[in-house]
């Protein structure tokens, strides 16, 4: 299931399938999935069933990829990590606004289900919310919102 997911969401952004390994020593405590550098290799971690949190990150990391081959310099130039940054800061950076927002998409039309974002400061809620509308308008007009399946 998980690897067909991976497929598609790669076959929207035109990117090519990574290998995926289900992995928990190449994640950090707190991640859920991590693409390497190359873009070649999707790190999952390892549970009986796929966790939404695990498609969400699935996702945020391979559009981070397409983010790097579609405007490194945009998404890339001024990043700084979470480590170097406050939440507020980190979470505003385009790139955060941008991955948060297409995964949000993608886990609301496949899935039904609204990321809240709760653990974010509302300004980046704000700003992903309305890079939901963007990439529903611009880049996948036929995937909609949650809203729009359950009128």
Known sequence: MI???IKTICG???LPMPQ???NDRA??????????PD???LYLRKLKTASLDQLFAAAAELRREWQRKTDE???FGEYKSREELPLREFSLQPSEIDSNAFAAVIVSA???VEPVFDELPGAARAKIERRCEEIRRNEFPTLGS????HK
């Open 3 to 5: 690897n067909n997911y």
């Open 12 to 14: 929207m952004l035109g």
């Open 20 to 22: 995926v390994f289900y």
């Open 27 to 36: 994640l950090r405590p707190e991640e859920h999935a991590k693409l390497t």
């Open 39 to 41: 873009g070649k290799q």
């Open 73 to 75: 310099r945009f998404y």
């Open 110 to 112: 496949f899935f039904g």
């Open 146 to 149: 949650a809203a729009d399946h």
